[in-house]
Each structure stands twice: as C-alpha cells, then as structure tokens.
C-alpha cells in the first residue's frame, strides 16, 4: 500500500528550490548532491533540507557522500506532479501572457501551455510561439473538451474576477493569478497569487535600507508634528 504523505505548506515551498538544484546536477551528469549544496542554493539551512527529505522519504541519504541525484529528481518529480504533464489555459494575450506563454522552462515542470484567450478581436486569431489565441466565447468549450485544470490569468485588475469566475465555470481547479488582485473563489479551487508589486516593494524597501535615509519633520500650522 502506498505511504499517504503529508506536506506542510512551508515544506511545499522549499522542494521545487531542492528539486532545481538537483535537476541541474543531473544535467550535469553530476551522481550524488549534498545537503549543503541544496541549501547554499535554496538558502534553507542544510539541517531543514535534511530534515524536510528524510520525513518525506525516509533514510536514502549516504552520510558524507550525500543525496543520489537521479533518485531524488525521480521522487521529487512524482511528489511534486511534475512527471506527468499538466496542461493549462492562459488568459489575457498581452506583453506578461505573450512572455510567459513563451516560456519554454516550464516544460521541465511538466507545464504545458495548450491554449491562449483575450477578449480583443485584435489579439484573436494570432499565434503566440505557436499557441493560437481563442476569443473567451470558446473558453468553456476548449478546457472542457481538453480536461483542462490549471488556468492562468494575466489580465489588468479590473478584468481578472470576471476570468476567474469564467475559468471556474469552465471546471479549472487551479489558478495561477498575475492579476494584482484577490480573487474570490468557491472552496476546492487553489489559486496561487503572483504579485509583481509586492516583489519590488520587497526589492526597493531593501535598496533603500542599504542607504542612510534622512527624516525631517514637517510641522503643522497648529504647530503639531505630522
């Protein structure tokens, strides 16, 4: 009988960084990986990575010789999804969705992008490397018939609930949201939001930590500081 494992959300996020590293060793023919070569490229320390492996996999690690490469892609791959092939939808056929529909590192995830959808007759009907783009009357129609379940929106704000309300109809489960917006969905529908503008808050706030900042105080007409 298979073993059912459980994997904290905080453990979620670490293995793609773990199976990245690994994968890049396998290309490089390299046989065994380290603990301490995950973490110095997750940036997780070598005693998590340790722990994080052995609780999913149990003892396979050799002490001072490391992780068997080819193993650990295999059993992150199979843990992750990312064996078999996940086939998703993309709408909003814009500069973001036309570079990520381009995007040819997915592949190695077990992401294929199949179709694109934008709601501008001017978009419809052009190839977008080698994806057609559907107008948004065919969406149901296209994940329906395909048995697709993973949907990706990258369309202004404004517009992104009205996708997600579509890509829902059309039986998606999983949304991946470039939208900087919070989408209301029903229960049982993941969503995994992507937001740009947190990201250079998070890069802009350290830049200007690194710099000596000066405040000043403004002072009020009723003499109070503001």
């Not at 059912?4 to 290309?27: G, K, M």
């Not at 609780?55 to 001072?64: D, N, R, V």
């Not at 068997?68 to 892609?73: F, G, K, S, T």
């Amino acid at each position: 009988m298979a073993r059912e494992v459980r994997i904290s959300r905080q453990a979620l996020r670490r293995l793609p960084l773990y199976y990245r590293c690994a994968s890049r060793c396998r290309e490089k023919n390299q046989q065994f990986v380290s603990s301490e070569e995950i973490s110095r490229e997750a940036e997780v320390n070598p005693v998590q990575v340790r722990k994080d492996l052995t609780q999913l996999f149990g003892e396979f690690g050799k002490p001072g010789v490391g992780y068997n490469v080819q193993e650990l892609c295999l059993l992150l791959e199979e843990l992750l999804g990312f064996r078999g092939r996940n086939e998703a939808v993309l709408v909003g056929a814009g500069r973001l969705g036309s570079a990520i529909a381009s995007y040819t590192g997915f592949a190695r995830y077990g992401l294929s992008i199949v179709a694109l959808f934008d709601s501008d007759p001017g978009k419809v009907g052009a190839e977008i490397s080698g994806k057609k783009v559907f107008p948004m009357s065919e969406l149901q129609h296209i994940v329906q018939r395909l048995g697709i379940r993973v949907g990706i929106i990258t369309v202004p704000a404004p517009e992104a609930q009205g996708v997600a309300d579509a890509l829902v109809r059309s039986g998606i489960r999983a949304i991946w949201n470039f939208a900087p917006v919070t989408l209301s969905v029903p229960p049982g529908i993941v969503v995994r939001n992507e937001d740009l503008a947190s990201g250079l808050a998070t890069l802009f706030h350290h830049v200007a930590g690194s710099c000596p900042v000066r405040y000043t105080q403004e002072i009020s007409p009723a003499g109070r500081t503001l």
